[in-house]
């Protein structure tokens, strides 16, 4: 069956530590996309790639990085920088053409520092 | 003022009630409007989708979009205890492209 794999379900984070979060898909998408949800705060959009080799800021990338290596794969790493690190993080994809279908998502990974 | 809004709730309303949920948005550029459901510790799944005004009807779930007043809405008819949830709103002006969600309205549907 076609979807999206988020991993790990958890994860924890000491101080200091930078971490990977995992998001691949085998829908053919060309477009993946990273959000944190807060409560309260809804989706919060990190970065976006339309495109492998291509990836844009959204609306809160500080602290965040990602690569788009391989069409299927888009990483997300929580730098050290990030301050404020615990949340749910979401991974979704798209086809940018051909009607209306909205976002597929993954199942999220929760991330707790320790 | 965010683009999108939705009220958070919570929402509680007996079995086989109507619910109906509600987001505005300031974006005139918005013409593509979604809903999603997302059950506690997963991620969210697309309910329905409308392009501009109207309605669309899904079994028991209906959207309505009001362009005029920037204004859309969820109504679930006889809504049972698995509808509990909460629903989000997204929007784009560019059809897949770029959602804008609202926060989301915890709903809970009480046997």
């Known amino acids: 069956d076609g979807g999206i794999t988020q991993s790990p379900k958890y994860l924890f984070r000491k101080e200091g530590q930078n971490v990977t979060l995992s998001c691949e898909q085998n829908l053919n998408h060309d477009a993946m996309y990273w959000y944190r949800q807060d409560p309260g705060q809804g989706l919060r959009l990190i970065y976006y790639s339309q495109i492998v080799n291509d990836f844009q800021k959204g609306d809160i990338a500080e602290g965040y990085s990602v690569s788009r290596e391989k069409k299927e794969s888009f990483p997300l790493t929580v730098t050290s920088a990030q301050k404020n690190p615990t949340a749910f993080y979401l991974c979704?994809?798209?086809?940018?053409?051909?009607?209306?279908?909205?976002?597929?998502f993954g199942s999220g990974t929760r991330l707790t520092v320790v | 003022q965010k683009e999108v809004e939705q009220d958070p709730g919570p929402l509680s309303v007996p079995e086989g009630a109507i619910v109906s949920l509600n987001c505005t948005y300031s974006?005139?550029?918005?013409?593509?409007f979604m809903w999603y459901r997302q059950y506690s510790r997963k991620g969210p799944e697309l309910l329905m989708y409308t392009y501009s005004s109207g309605n669309k009807e899904d079994g028991r779930f209906t959207a309505q979009v009001d362009k005029s007043s920037k204004y859309i809405s969820l109504f679930i008819r006889d809504s049972q205890p698995s509808d509990s949830a909460t629903y989000l709103c997204a929007m784009s002006a560019q059809g897949n492209e770029k959602l804008t969600f609202g926060t989301g309205t915890r709903l809970t549907i009480i046997p």
């Open positions: 974006n005139s550029a918005f013409q593509y």
């Open positions: 979704a994809s798209t086809l940018i053409q051909g009607g209306i279908r909205g976002y597929t």
